[in-house]
Every structure is written in C-alpha cells, then in structure tokens.
C-alpha cells in the first residue's frame, strides 16, 4: 500500500535524476508529486517513467513490491509548487546545477513549506553551507546525493549544513534505507563530499600515468575495470587492506613504508589539457564512437551491467 499517511514526496525537477528518484520513492509505496515549471516537460517526463518502468518489470527488475502500474499509480504531475508542496513530508530538489537557481528555489521553498518538512538537494557539489545560507527552514536542510544512475547504484551521500537538526539527517537516513537505496552520513561537510574526492584522486593520478607514458588509456581503464574495481564492488578499500593480511593492523606495519615511498613520486594535480586530452579523447572515441547513438548504446550496456550487479550482490549477502 502507498505510504501516504505520513505525506509525500515531492520531486522538484523532472530530469533524469528527478525521475530517477520518483522511481525510487514509488518503489517504496511512497505518493510522488513530479513538480515542473512546463507541463509540457512534467507530461514527458511522466510518458518517460512509465515506459522505464515496463521495461524493468518486462526484464524482471523492477524494485520494490509493487507492480509497474501500481508503482505508475503513486506518481503525479504538478506545476504548481504550493500545490505540489502541500502536506509533503519529504521535498528533493533535482534542478540543474546552478547554485543561484538552486538557491532562488529554496527560498521560494522555506516562504511555503512547514516545520516538518524535509529540505533536500541532490547536488553532486554545492556546499550546503552556501546552499542553505540564511534560510528560514536551515535545520530542515540537508543534501542527499545519489550516484548516476541512482535506480541502479543505490549509494547516496547525506551532507549536512552546519546546523542541520539531528533528526534531519536520521529522517533522511531512514528513508534512503526504506526505498532500498545505501546512504552514507558524511558527518561535516567538504569540498566535493567523499565520493568524488574519491573519485577525483583516482581520475588524477590516471591522467598522470597516461600523460607520463607509462600505460594507454584503454590499459589503464582495464586495470580498474577487470582489477580494483572487481574487489571495490563488494568491498571498499580499508577492508580490502584488513582482508590482504592478518588484520588491518598487520597490513599497516606490513606495507605502509612501501605506500608511503610510492605516495611521494605522486606528482602535481593535471592540468587536464593538453596532448594528453588528445590522447585520451581519440583513445575512447576508438572504443566508443562520441555521436549519440553511440553514445546512448554504451550508456544502455553500462546500466544492464549495474543492474544484473546490483541483482548479483542482493543474492550474495555477507556471511
């Protein structure tokens, strides 16, 4: 049954994220408002879940207890943001990343919303220091970011403003955790949260191996895809560090010295221009031919990936 008595849900942006988390909230029963500025869009993005969601059923894959219909049922179209807004209990933002346009929908947010209501913004790298500044309605703020694309890889970061209340920040856990998604409590904020910080220092010293000569683009994507990123798809790296020793104390006074030489030949952050933006771009383009349909196709495949991934480790619970 939805979970309506508690209020809904109000995705605010109907782009591939605000549709991505319709979905998601839908999976879990929740009443979902989809609120744009054009009818027109709200219409499209409508017309667009409801043939992604036949297709998850028709490929046995679609989340959650309901049927695709069922799930259809749960989600409505708004262009009225008061109207949309009304006896919500949850509201997540999803417009483009812009932090004035952002911004300007938060504050006609706070002039509408109650004291109950949770504020959320899917930004992937806005501060919500920045974000949230001088909002009536601050303890209620809070980021949650998910991971593209968030129907297949559950994780989202939770980032607190300063004075984000407590409570916020475990309503919205609770939530994550209710429609199947894996949130992660990032307890003060940072420039570019954990994931990307992550993500950045890997894409960094890549580009450094590549532009030094020392392997190809294609090699080097093979030794995450078919190396590091075989293990980090069950386990992160600091169990990966417990589990390659007798514990990760042992692993630490076994090899720290080594990381410890091979960190400091790592050289400054790139620039990322240059011959080696060449190099790589015509690398990629030769796996990867960058016209849409190519494109579209390569996208297509990496999200058949995730989701037979995402069914393979939901069978393979740890022990």
């Known amino acids: 049954m939805a979970s309506s008595a508690a209020g809904g849900v109000v995705i605010v942006g109907s782009g591939l994220i605000g549709r991505s988390w319709a979905m998601l909230f839908a999976s879990g029963g929740f009443k979902v408002k989809l609120y744009d500025i054009e009818q027109e869009q709200i219409t499209n993005a409508l017309e667009n879940i409801r043939k992604e969601l036949k297709m998850l059923e028709q490929s046995d894959s679609l989340k959650g207890s309901l049927s695709a219909e069922q799930q259809l049922s749960l989600i409505s179209g708004c262009s009225n943001i008061a109207e949309a807004v009304e006896g919500a209990m949850h509201i997540q933002e999803c417009v483009p990343e812009n932090l004035d346009l952002k911004k300007k929908i938060f504050a006609q947010l706070d002039r509408i919303v109650d004291d109950r209501v949770v504020l959320s913004s899917s930004t992937s790298c806005l501060m919500p220091s920045k974000l949230f500044a001088g909002l009536v309605h601050v303890k209620q703020c809070i980021v949650a970011h998910p991971v593209n694309p968030p129907y297949y890889v559950p994780l989202v970061e939770l980032v607190p403003h300063p004075e984000t209340a407590p409570a916020t920040m475990d309503r919205t856990h609770a939530l994550m955790k209710k429609i199947g998604q894996s949130p992660v409590r990032v307890l003060k904020e940072i420039d570019g949260f954990v994931l990307n910080r992550l993500q950045y220092a ?20 093979l ?97």
């Open 202 to 221: 890997i894409i960094s010293e890549a580009w450094r191996l590549v532009e030094e000569g020392v392997v190809t683009p294609c090699d080097l994507d």
């Open 223 to 319: 030794v995450m895809s078919d190396g590091l990123g075989m293990r980090y798809a069950f386990i992160g790296p600091l169990e990966t560090m417990h589990l390659n020793a007798e514990g990760f104390l042992s692993y630490c006074d076994r090899y720290s010295e080594g990381m410890n030489r091979v960190l400091k030949t790592f050289g400054p952050v790139p620039e990322f221009s240059r011959a080696t933006v060449e190099k790589v771009h015509q690398a990629m383009r030769m796996k990867v031919p960058d016209d849409p349909g190519h494109l579209a196709a390569r996208r297509q495949w990496r999200d058949d990936c995730l989701m037979r991934l995402a069914k393979l480790k939901s069978q393979l619970q740890p022990q």
